[in-house]
């Protein structure tokens, strides 16, 4: 009786120990309605560009184990990090990840069809990109390479390159002339005040500037739609535009004669200002770049008639 009660504790055990191990076994969710970092609409041509949104990446699944596709590594939750609805069709999307570690991109389009990278973006950073992006539901998980790692990082969604390729980045371009801007827009008069005029902002974007060969000085990463617009309605003797941020940005201004200026470091320390003479009257599209790809800054943008702002 001894040895048939061991036996039946160690078939007991075996049992136990078989429902906690194939963890593989399980799947991931798609096409399902939770997230554990949320869930976002994005139509084409949306605005910023990236959107980004923190992300934390791992879970218990070995994805691997799952059998979905080449380069499907690292571990996961069941449940997607995050679902992106596209509202219509994309001629170019890419999903990456800059994080602090090892990490993986496992992506479920609307067909159901998997994709997957471990290091394409930069670095560890993984990066899926699609021609032709179809509208649906997209289930996004960011994966730790290495089982019971937690990093901490960003998920970026973009039309555009990334900072894992310039040829990608540089084919894109800026737009000028038009009514679309990330921060606003305002109509300023000779003797405008308050003088300076101040609007917050945030750089960066996926567009490399310096491949573009817009003018001396041009320099980061933009989006293509200006992150301010500038309506001058009389021409002024004198007009400065600066920047004041928590980090290393630039400045690309379009006049309304369509000349390009640009500055990296004149007004202080890393904050860049670009000084027109004479500035016509018109639209001025202005962006404020981040020096390095993938940085988003916060900081103020300037305008003054004063010789010293």
């Known amino acids: 009786m001894e040895i048939q009660a061991k036996r039946v504790a160690l078939a007991a055990l075996v049992i136990s120990t078989a429902a906690t191990v194939p963890l593989a076994a399980q799947s991931l969710n798609v096409g399902g309605g ?3 970092f949320g869930r976002t609409s994005l139509a084409p041509g949306f605005l910023p560009d990236p959107f980004s949104v923190s992300v934390v990446s791992g879970g218990a699944l070995h994805v691997p184990s799952l059998n979905l596709g080449t380069a499907c590594v690292g571990y996961a939750t069941a449940d997607p990090d995050y679902i992106v609805d596209i509202s219509g069709t994309s001629s170019f999307l890419t999903i990456y990840v800059e994080g602090s570690g090892d990490t993986g991109l496992v992506v479920n389009d609307p067909s159901g069809t998997w994709h997957c990278d471990d290091d394409s973006h930069s670095g560890s950073n993984p990066m899926v990109s699609f021609d032709a992006a179809s509208p649906g539901q997209y289930d996004i998980w960011v994966t730790s390479y290495s089982a019971g790692e937690s990093i901490s990082g960003t998920l970026y969604i973009s039309e555009f390159g990334t900072g894992g390729g310039e040829a990608a980045e540089a084919s894109g ?3 000028i002339g038009g009514s679309n801007s990330n921060f606003g827009r305002t109509s300023l008069a000779p003797g405008f005040a308050p003088d300076p005029f101040r609007v917050s902002i945030v750089s960066g974007g996926s567009i490399h500037v310096a491949p ?3 003018a001396s000085g041009c320099v980061g ?3 293509s739609s200006p992150d301010y617009i500038l309506d001058v309605t009389s021409a002024m003797a004198y007009l400065a535009i600066f920047n004041e941020g928590d980090g290393d ?3 690309v201004v379009n006049d309304p004669n ?3 200026h640009c500055d990296d470091d004149s007004h202080s320390g890393v904050n860049p200002s670009v000084t027109l003479l004479k500035a016509p009257a018109g639209q001025y599209d202005i962006w404020v770049t981040s020096y390095t790809s993938g940085e988003s800054i916060s900081g103020s943008l300037g305008f003054t ?3 010293t702002p």
């Open 258 to 260: 369509g000349t390009w």
């Open 173 to 175: 371009s800026l737009t």
């Open 305 to 307: 008639e004063r010789r």
């Open 221 to 223: 990463y933009a989006t």
């Open 34 to 36: 939770s997230a554990n």
């Open 212 to 214: 573009l060969n817009l």
């Open 249 to 251: 940005t630039g400045l």
